[in-house]
């Protein structure tokens, strides 16, 4: 018998690729599944992208690069955050990793052991408490609530904050819910912050760029007194439709890049260069497609707000970001996990049952509007249909 480390005892999964895996079977077998389960755009990567990806392979681009990423994309990317955030960085602190959910992976192993703390929001994306529970930290979840628009509340947010503390992961614009953390609620938590030196911050900002009625970004990149504990987790799957391409970036505090640049070495060396050049391409090229995808999914937005507020037992906020909707089910009786199995099995819409992202997660089911205006309308009748008959 082989032994293995305790986290394995303890490590989780994103859920949201089983679902992948069992709506893939289903389409094989001859069904009509509508997937509004995984969360990518339902887009082509801009075709300038491709070709930058092409042309590198054919300029041959097929060696290693430096671990940190080759430097014109670091410093397209100092200059992108120049560009959105108005904050001026190294590009030296610049990290080119394989997939935004790299940079939480090195946060949380950085930080994370038995006897430390490390605060999570909750409902979240899975793979933070996955991964502070392998690094044998406690997870102490951060509640994101309902009646408060899915916002993080600074006051309990802060509160939960210990000597045993040593990273605090924020996430907005947020999966699964879709809120978006108002400026004065960020400025309220950075100020409360202050009182923690010894807190460092990982800010989740992959949905940086998908925000909605004017709902302003807020990115803790522009806040001073953080600068040196802040940990920028961003990346190009989103936003320029690049899921499959695995590239992500981070910015790390000038006292963790070498830290971070190690990790790197010892995983995985570099990014795949044509990938590089592809993202180099993302950010340097026309905007257009990005601002034409977020419009998209603007108007999706209120065709499956307004069509799951028609469902009798379902209610559902109006989410201010990101792609997902995170309806509340509790008065049709069902627990969320059944529902979402159901609704796969029976009616073919994949969904993802709240449970999966977390303790506060059950009464709600998030669905994911990275699809067609068409196959969300068609998915609505389903649920609709299968809800009002079913409860
Ligand atoms: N962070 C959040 C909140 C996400 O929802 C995701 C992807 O679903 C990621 C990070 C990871 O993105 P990537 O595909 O670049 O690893």
Redesign the pocket.
């Known amino acids: 018998m082989l032994k293995t480390i305790a986290g394995f005892d303890r490590i989780g999964e994103e859920n949201a690729f089983a679902v992948l895996a069992r709506a893939t079977e289903l389409t094989g077998q001859g069904r009509d599944i509508i997937n509004l389960g995984i969360?990518q755009p339902d887009f082509k990567t801009p075709a300038h992208i491709v070709e930058a990806a092409i042309k590198a392979l054919q300029d041959g681009h097929h060696g290693y690069t430096p671990a940190t990423g080759i430097a014109p994309l670091r410093e397209a990317v100092s200059a992108d955050l120049l560009k959105r955030h108005g904050t001026e960085t190294d590009p030296g602190q610049v990290l080119i990793v394989p997939?935004?959910?790299?940079t939480?992976y090195m946060a949380i192993l950085m930080f994370g052991e038995a006897g430390t703390e490390i605060l999570y929001p909750d409902p979240g994306?899975p793979i933070y408490r996955s991964m502070i529970e392998f690094t044998g930290a406690r997870p102490v979840p951060v509640p994101i609530r309902e009646e408060n628009d899915f916002a993080f509340s600074a006051e309990e947010t802060l509160s939960l904050i210990t000597d045993k503390t040593r990273l605090l992961i924020l996430?907005s614009p947020?999966?699964p819910t879709g809120g978006v953390t108002p400026r004065s609620e960020i400025e309220k938590l950075v100020s409360g912050l202050e009182k923690h030196p010894n807190v460092a911050v990982l800010s989740?900002e992959?949905?940086s760029q998908m925000t909605y009625d004017g709902m302003e970004h807020v990115s803790l990149l522009q806040f001073p007194s953080l600068r040196d504990r802040l940990i920028l987790?961003d990346?190009w799957?989103?936003t320029y439709a690049m899921?499959g391409w695995?590239i992500?970036f981070s910015l790390w505090p000038e006292q963790l890049i070498d830290k971070a640049r190690k990790l790197a070495v010892n995983a995985w060396s570099c990014v795949n260069a044509p990938t590089q050049y592809a993202a180099l391409a993302a950010l340097e090229g026309p905007q257009d497609a990005v601002i034409d995808m977020v419009a998209q999914f603007d108007a999706r937005r209120s065709v499956i707000v307004n069509g799951l507020n028609a469902i009798d037992g379902i209610t559902c906020r109006t989410p201010r970001g990101a792609f997902y909707a995170y309806p509340n089910i509790q008065e049709t009786g069902w627990k969320a996990k059944e529902l979402a199995s159901a609704l796969l099995e029976d009616v073919g819409v994949a969904t993802i049952g709240g449970p999966d992202f977390g303790i506060l997660g059950e009464g709600y089911v998030r669905l994911s509007y990275a699809n067609s205006t068409e196959n969300i309308k068609i998915a609505l009748d389903r649920v609709k249909d299968y809800v009002e008959t079913n409860s």
């Open positions: 969360g997939g935004g959910k790299v939480m994306f996430n947020a999966n989740d992959i949905y987790l990346g799957s989103k899921t695995r992500g």
